[in-house]
């Protein structure tokens, strides 16, 4: 087998470094589930109430499949409708989160986008 090299505490306290840095940014916003997930949050709680020896994930993951398949788009539509609903709260969340970035650079938006260009340049 290999050796794998152990870091040295240089290494990993660049790390804590970095880590202290993005704890400070605040948490990244998880992204809204489909709708087929939304569907699947239900799904599960009651596949599990009516097969309650089912330990298998797979088992319920391909249930739930075959269950959207067959689901017409009007079945369907309370899903699409709450996905949507979470997938706009995500976005006016997501721009409140970029505009408090923005607000916090003391560079305006074109010497950054400046910067990124000469970046470019030099890369050949």
Same mark, same amino acid.
């Given at each position: &087998?290999?050796?794998?090299?152990?870091?040295?505490?240089?290494?990993?306290?660049?790390? %804590?470094?970095? @880590?202290?840095?993005?704890? *400070?940014?605040?948490?990244?916003?998880? %992204?809204?589930?489909?709708?087929?997930?939304?569907? &699947?949050?239900?799904?599960?709680?009651?596949?599990?109430? =009516?097969?309650?020896?089912?330990?298998?994930?797979?088992?319920?993951?391909?249930?739930?499949?075959? @269950?959207?398949? *067959? &689901? =017409?788009?009007? +079945?369907?539509?309370p899903y699409v409708?709450?996905?949507?609903?979470?997938?706009?709260?995500? /976005? @006016?969340?997501k721009a409140g989160?970029?505009?408090? +970035?923005?607000?916090?650079?003391? @560079?305006?938006?074109? /010497?950054?986008?400046?910067?990124?260009?000469? /970046?470019?340049?030099g890369e050949d």
């Amino acid at each position: &087998m290999k050796e794998t090299k152990t870091r040295g505490a240089k290494a990993d306290s660049k790390l %804590r470094v970095q @880590k202290g840095k993005n704890a *400070s940014k605040g948490a990244k916003i998880k %992204r809204p589930p489909s709708a087929f997930f939304v569907f &699947m949050e239900k799904f599960r709680v009651e596949y599990k109430e =009516s097969h309650p020896n089912n330990k298998s994930v797979a088992v319920v993951g391909k249930a739930g499949g075959a @269950k959207w398949k *067959s &689901m =017409s788009e009007q +079945e369907k539509a309370p899903y699409v409708e709450k996905a949507a609903k979470l997938k706009s709260d995500y /976005e @006016k969340l997501k721009a409140g989160q970029v505009e408090e +970035e923005d607000a916090g650079s003391d @560079k305006s938006k074109s /010497e950054v986008e400046e910067e990124g260009d000469n /970046e470019d340049e030099g890369e050949d």
